[in-house]
């Protein structure tokens, strides 16, 4: 097995004086999907926005413990957020794209990081990113148009195109398909599954069956612990908590 | 049995009857508001209709050598070609008194105007002319029927004899009714028959253009600093109480720190709209963070969040995606703060905006006045034919408002991003 790129150690995360999340570990590895699952109010959401540092915009949101990604502890006073958010990309729950057109859309993150020479570079790498996101066909002849004017689906793969036309390690995704319909939501896991190939995604979801459907591996958080991780297979056929098992067959939840 | 035609039950008729209460409560209450603001803007267009056309008088003036060197015309008594044209007409008036009170008829601007029609025609000079000259306030007042002849003579501000000639005038042609340009290009005047507000107009447009140049950078830059950078803390709160509290301050407030810091202290030019329009500055500032905050918050957060994911630094969030989203939200509450400016008095009272100006200020550092304060001066001179001039003057003023707040509309319509 390969070496995990994002490890958690004994991590905490208050709110003020309420702790959200109790000494999670965690190995997420390269390349897979890794899907978080648990009831509401779990932390799940919470541990995902620690990963690239998105919690440090709640004020009375702390963080202790050791998170590192590919080595480096990303919380130590040496790293910059802005180089860390650079490569760990990140997908709301709800689409929101800028209210600007959908080529400026994409080449946002490319512009602010001077990431490309040229002018036809920085096009070609809009459309390598929208084609890698699966709406090139779809948007290739109204680039100018508001990313806006596009449907629940095709707004939030344009915001999967925005967060890979950087290029990160790592996407975070943070239930990116609860604002679809059946249809886009189909459309969307496939491309996560392609995305796996390039990436490692970490995604957080209230669909047992969409955990079980695009993830290698599970985690299920309950009351900000982490109570099982493993396979998606095992953790979904041969639970070795009663709380999993309760929850995967509906029982809490 | 259901049937749901029946009003009896659920308490029914009495919750008709109190919503058709409240209704027509409300429409009581526009209806009420409606009518004084029509008493109010009628009051004001009746009196200022006055103001639209001014009486003229036909003088007979003798332009010939020995009246004027055509060597310097400009030396030449154009007051006494005035007062010799009038006695020309009635040759029997004699006495000095009535003498006095025929040279009245025409306005003191008159041999300014006949001086002025000389050096732009040198070739009327050595000729004999019927010129058209501003007629006095009074004879104005006359012709329009505004002055009430059953009234004792003392009583009134043109006597028997006055009435006397005009009615002769006005019979042989030589009293006309033009529209009257020199309200909206002349500057104040003591005398009412000429007096204009472009001295007033240009004033305010000055102040409002430094207001502006002070207080949208300044607080605009206050609000997103306060909105989007900083830290939540005691300090923070104590300002924006404080701002919210600034706003309330009475204006003359702002003018007297205007006098005691910007004259007293700084020394900058008294009367003039670069320290008027300080002053504004001062008074708007509040209202304008405050609107363009409550503009920044309404910007859906998940911009922020999306830039920051992507890797903007703050402040290329802020400015990429918050604040052209806010801006024309941030627009409206500028424009709607300078419409306040516009129309604000007390502060420039204190620092001697309230000068008697007749000329046009030229730059923001020579004395000038305001509109509404213009409006003040005039409203306080005793003239009858002020009043029309202050009634005008009010409605310069609600035009120009009402200008604004359509900017406003329009920028806001134009700029404004759907999302």
């Known amino acids: 097995m390969a070496d995990p790129i994002i490890t958690a150690r004994n991590v905490n995360i208050f709110y003020g004086a ?8 965690l190995d997420i590895l390269p390349n897979k999907v890794t899907a978080l699952i648990g009831p509401s109010g779990c932390g799940k959401s919470t541990f995902l926005r620690a990963i690239n540092r998105m919690n440090d915009l709640i004020p009375i949101c702390r963080i202790e413990g050791d998170l590192k990604i590919a080595g480096q502890d990303i919380y130590s006073p040496s790293v910059d957020v802005v180089a860390l958010r650079a490569q760990v990309g990140m997908v709301f729950q709800k689409p929101n794209p800028f209210p600007k057109s959908i080529f400026e859309n994409v080449a946002y993150g490319l ?10 570079e920085l096009q070609d790498r809009v459309e390598w990113s929208l084609k890698s996101a699966g709406l090139w066909s779809e948007v290739a002849d109204r680039l100018n148009q508001p ?63 969409q955990a079980a459907r695009i993830s290698q591996r599970t985690a299920f958080f309950h009351l900000g612990t982490l109570v099982e991780f493993g396979d998606t297979k095992t953790v979904f056929t041969t639970p070795a908590d009663e709380r999993t098992q309760n929850y995967i067959t509906g029982r809490i939840g | 049995m259901i049937d749901f035609t029946k009003k009896a ?9 109190a919503e058709r209460r409240f209704q027509w409560t409300g429409r009581g209450a526009i209806a009420i508001s409606l009518l004084f603001l029509l008493f109010m803007v009628g009051s004001i267009l009746r009196d200022a209709s006055g103001v639209i056309r001014q009486t003229q008088i036909a003088l007979v003036v003798d332009l010939s050598v020995e009246n004027i060197d055509p060597a310097d015309p400009a030396s030449a008594s154009y007051g006494g070609l005035v007062k010799s044209s009038l006695r020309n007409m009635f ?62 003579e003392r009583q009134r501000r043109i006597s028997d004899a006055q009435i006397a000639w005009v009615d002769v005038l006005q019979s042989s042609g030589n009293i006309q009714r033009i529209a009257n340009w020199m309200f909206l290009t002349n500057g104040d005047s003591r005398e009412p028959e000429i007096a204009g507000i472009l001295s007033a107009l240009v004033g305010s447009a000055y102040s409002l253009a430094v207001c502006f140049a002070l207080a949208f950078p ?33 204006s003359i407030v702002f003018g007297l720190l205007g006098l005691s810091i910007f004259l007293g202290y700084m020394g900058l030019p008294r009367s003039s709209p670069l320290v008027g329009g300080m002053v504004l500055a001062l008074m708007t500032l509040p209202t304008m963070i405050i609107a363009a905050r409550a503009s920044l918050q309404s910007v859906p957060p998940s911009f922020r969040e999306g830039a920051l994911a992507l890797g903007a630094s703050p402040v290329q969030a802020v400015f990429h995606h918050v604040f052209p989203v806010a801006l024309p939200g941030m627009l409206t509450g500028a424009i709607i703060g300078m419409a306040q400016a516009l129309g604000e008095t007390a502060p420039l009272l204190m620092i001697g905006m309230v000068a008697f100006i007749v000329d046009i200020p030229d730059s923001i550092l020579e004395p000038a006045t305001a509109l509404p304060v213009q409006i003040f001066l005039w409203a306080d001179s005793p003239e009858r034919a002020f009043t029309e001039k202050t009634a005008a003057a009010i409605i310069v003023l609600l035009i120009f408002l009402i200008l604004m707040n359509l900017i406003a509309i329009l920028l806001r319509r134009k700029l404004e991003t759907r999302f």
Not at chain 1, 148 to 157: D, E, I, V
Not at chain 2, 9 to 17: A, E, K, P, T, V
């Open chain 2, 218 to 250: 300044i607080g605009i830059g206050a609000a997103i600093y306060l909105e989007e950078f900083a830290p939540a803390n005691r300090l923070s709160d104590l300002i924006e109480v404080n701002i919210n509290n600034l706003a309330a301050v009475p």
């Open chain 2, 91 to 152: 040759p029997d008036v004699t006495d000095r008194k009535d003498k006095k009170r025929l040279y009245n008829l025409a306005s003191p601007e008159a041999s300014f105007e006949i001086a002025r029609m000389v050096k732009e025609n040198p070739e009327l000079l050595g000729t004999t002319q019927t010129l058209w000259v501003t007629a006095s306030d009074d004879l104005d007042l006359y012709i329009r029927g505004k002055v009430d002849v059953s009234l004792p």
């Open chain 1, 111 to 120: 512009k602010i990081h001077k990431l490309t020479s040229s002018k036809t």
């Open chain 1, 18 to 25: 309420a702790q959200a999340i109790f000494d999670v570990d």
């Open chain 1, 147 to 209: 990313g806006n004017s596009l449907s629940g689906g095709q707004q939030q793969r344009l915001c999967i195109a925005r967060a890979i036309a950087v290029e990160p390690k790592v996407i975070l995704m943070d239930e990116p398909c609860s604002a679809l319909d059946p249809i886009a939501t189909a459309v969307v896991e496939e491309l996560i599954d392609n995305l796996r190939k390039d990436y490692t995604i970490v995604i957080v979801t209230h669909s047992m069956q």
């Open chain 2, 9 to 17: 039950g659920f308490n029914l008729i009495r919750r008709h009857r």
